[in-house]
């Protein structure tokens, strides 16, 4: 009898995919970040704040969406350039779909480029799209057990941003339980607490986007 | 041209090989009169607080089981199974939504001849399950208020597979801008059947009417 292993040849494909695309942008010394989280957190109030904040950065999206071009719109109000990807009833962005899209964008005239991935918790997780940095969404009304019921996105996250913090005293969430948990999982994740719509915390996430973008272009130089 | 390449549609024979076991579940729950309930929602949208105000109204009156479906953990099966219901932990490995394969075995697993009443609460995630008929006689999804109200928008699907829509976290409403009208309007545009509850399963408020239709539609099915 013959087995074939469906999922680790998938995986396997699409991480040189992701491998071939993280070189090229390398190269072209442009940043992609993968922005993920569940449906809802606030990753588009998240995005749209920090393209506010942020003037002399250009920044530019990918909005990836099942159906809808709700986001697209919403980011392309601010000034920002920003394309709509569906995915039709995918849960997940590959590598392959990431290059299409990235294509499609073009990426001239951008110093970081982010893909707003599939809200969902889980299948993102599985798949490296190519992108240098992983950044994931955590929002307070979610709760501080997440950690524990879906390992995989804090493990494979450089960055965890837990927003919303301006309704801390609606919920019952315990931060240092919460950030505690994070750090079993993956103790060199960075984490910022922030609020998108009172800007609380956001000047420390944005520093660290700023010296992201630099070390990237410092990548290309060398 | 000539074709020189076959296609296989794969998602398809996989959800019709999927149908064909959640035909089965439905025939053995109708045998055995089960009424069988499965419970969807994005992760923190409140599926165990609901569960819990739900278990602790019925339980006197159903036998009652629940099957708890989580990628990884075991938190909420430990406060589901301290009201004292049969409970059972499912571990998905990684997968992001319930199969009716995968359900079939743990209803054999939890035993449902006996049981008047079963919960499954799907892995939090408000995409993957909406595509996998898990058999059961009653589709339940909650959205909570800090999610939005554009979610049918954006996660259309699980709106159309739905028949109850629980808009939950509405004591939070102060801080959110959320517009339940609008929401359920953009839910009835997918599906006009839906059934919309606006409630608080923390605080407890109106989770009454859900119960009282939950409990009417027990009934109806166990006749």
């Not at chain 1, 393209?51 to 071009?69: C, G």
């Not at chain 1, 350039?81 to 997940?92: E, F, K, P, V, Y």
């Not at chain 1, 060199?188 to 520093?207: H, L, N, Q």
Request: charged residues 30%; contains cysteine; proline residues 3%.
């Amino acid at each position: 009898m013959k087995v074939i292993e469906l999922k680790k040849s998938v995986t396997d494909s699409n991480d040189r995919d992701a491998a071939l695309l993280r070189r090229e942008l390398d190269e072209k010394g442009m940043l992609l970040i993968n922005l993920m989280s569940a449906a809802g957190s606030g990753k588009t109030t998240f995005l749209s704040r920090t393209i506010t904040d942020l003037k002399d950065l250009r920044i530019a999206v990918i909005e990836a969406d099942i159906e809808s071009v709700v986001d697209a719109e919403r980011i392309a109000k601010l000034g920002a350039r920003s394309i709509q990807a569906h995915t039709d009833g995918m849960c997940h962005m590959d590598a392959g779909m990431t290059r299409e899209a990235v294509e499609s964008i073009g990426t001239d005239e951008t110093d970081v480029l982010f893909l707003e991935n599939i809200g969902n918790l889980i299948c993102p997780a599985e798949y490296d799209t190519g992108a240098q940095r992983n950044v994931m969404i955590l929002s307070v009304p979610e709760g501080d057990d997440k950690p524990l019921k879906y390992p995989l996105m804090f493990e494979n996250s450089n960055v965890l941003i837990i927003t919303k913090t301006d309704t801390m005293s609606y919920f019952d969430f315990d931060m240092d339980k919460c950030i505690e948990r994070v750090r079993r999982l993956n103790p060199f994740i960075e984490i910022f607490p922030v609020s998108a719509k009172t800007g609380e915390g956001m000047d420390e996430w944005e520093k660290w986007l700023i010296r992201e973008v630099q070390e990237t272009k410092n990548r290309r130089k060398r | 041209m000539e074709k020189r390449y076959d296609i296989v549609e794969i998602k398809e024979n996989v959800l019709a090989d999927n149908d064909r076991v959640a035909g089965k579940i439905r025939e053995e729950l109708r045998r055995s009169n089960t009424c069988f309930i499965n419970l969807m929602a994005s992760p923190g949208a409140g599926k165990t607080s609901l569960l819990i105000k739900t278990i602790e109204a019925l339980k006197d009156k159903y036998t009652i089981g629940v099957m708890e479906a989580d990628a990884d953990g075991d938190v909420d099966a430990k406060t589901i199974s301290a009201l004292g219901v049969r409970t059972l932990q499912i571990h998905t490995g990684g997968l992001c939504h319930m199969d009716a394969d995968m359900t079939f075995r743990g209803l054999k697993e939890l035993g449902f001849e006996d049981l008047d009443l079963i919960f499954l609460e799907n892995v939090g995630n408000l995409v993957c399950p909406a595509e996998f008929d898990v058999g059961a006689a009653l589709q339940v999804m909650i959205l909570s208020v800090p999610e939005g109200d554009d979610k049918p928008l954006k996660y259309p699907l699980m709106f159309k597979v739905s028949d109850c829509m629980i808009v939950n976290k509405i004591d939070a409403e102060a801080v959110f801008d959320f517009d339940y009208e609008a929401c359920v309007e953009r839910a009835r545009a997918l599906n006009p059947e839906i059934r919309p509850f606006r409630l608080s399963a923390l605080k407890g408020e109106n989770v009454d009417e859900w119960i009282r239709y939950l409990d009417g539609f027990i009934r109806e099915w166990r006749k």
